[in-house]
């Protein structure tokens, strides 16, 4: 099920919610929610759910564990415990996101044949697997508390507004938020106008600029030159923006409905003047994960030169194979692993003395061809892309609007698309009175329409991050 479809906005939603606001007491309120989460997981393939209820069991019993060998000063047998989880469940993740891939290479590199059946992906297990993953880490570093009740724990893994796509939230974040949160008729009108805000960028912007990226890359480079690659590029930067950053804003809304409050996990990340401050910006959320549970226990940038080298490349591959089992997702790791090692050793001075125009535009140039690493299906699709972007290919117009005219109705969205990724809106300010929230929630109910109108005409059209 998925945020932008009739059946979540006009069945799932409000059933929720009228079923959890109908319920006084905190207990029954979590009950609700954690039902209602485990459905909207198990709608597309129920048996998945049994994997992810499986990790979180692990989890649970885990923490069980090393608190007691802790509390009896075993602490050699605390760590074992403790490793021992997070391999179990790291494990799952790696056979059923990782194993396709090794079988592949293997076959590929010794010319063999093994009696392999390819193993589907769960969707959405990169992200839970983290968010269990820092539970078990703060656990034993002794930054939060043991969790007892394995249903408080389960609900937090499956909890529905974040469940698929992110952001990536910590237990840390939301571990008072499950016994003692409160819901206000102010966070329920905020919550909704941010979700509006969210389904507007994925089924008014998003959908229809994908388009274009679409149309091009999958048709008849006999006419589809260079320049049309280049506007595929940017159109996929967009897509992408738009689409990761929409469902962002409906999780966090929605979280906003229930009491949680999530932290931001795109902070207009096009509008940053270098790849350091881009990353910064973009999927904080996964960024600030890999900081602080990989990045920094290598050592960070309090080590020798070559050690602070190898940590920046390890982290931005495993950054790159978090988002795919592809040698182009690998080769977008090793992309920004440079591009942000350029940027720290000398070029980020350089661009700090820029005008912020002329930074920003080199930056989101350098942004906008790793998208085309990271959207191609494999490494060989990725650098035709990339070939046909710098061969000066001629591109024929008017043989491309002859084969789709939709190309042009697509085109409309480019603009828009541009201006929406500045901050615009957060300068219109309202007073905070009746009248002001008034507007607030006028405009975000007019959103709202016009998203059910495109929703109603166009096809379905699953968010980008639902692959990982």
Sequence with gaps: MVFSSLSFLFFFLPTVLIAYFALPWRRAKNTVLLIFSLFFYAWGEPKVILLMIAATLVAYFGGLLGEKYGAEGRTKAKKAVFILTVCLITSALAVFKYLNFAVENIESLFSVDLPFKEIALPIGISFYTFQILSYCIDLYRGQVSLQRNFFDLLLYVSLFPQLIAGPIVRYSDVDSELSSRKETLDDVAAGLRRFSV???????????????????????????????YWLAALAYALHIYFDFSGYSDMAIGLGRVFGFRFGENFNYPYTATSVTDFWRRWHISLSSWFRDYIYIPL???????????????????????????EWNFVLWGGYYALLLLIDKLFLGKLLARLPKLLSGLFTFFWVTLGWVLFNADGLAPALENLRIMFSGIPSDVFAAVAADSSLLYALIYIPLGLVCIFPWAKRIKLPDSLAGESLKNAASLALFGMSLVYLVSSGFNPFIYFRF
């Design 198 to 228: 969210g389904l507007a960028k994925k089924v008014i912007l998003s959908n229809n600029i994908a388009a274009i990226s679409t149309l091009i890359y999958s048709g008849n480079t006999d006419f589809y030159g260079s320049g049309f």
């Design 299 to 325: 050592g960070g940038n309090r080590v020798s030169r070559s050690r602070w080298i190898f940590n920046i490349c390890a982290v931005w591959l495993l950054t790159g194979l978090w988002h795919g089992a």
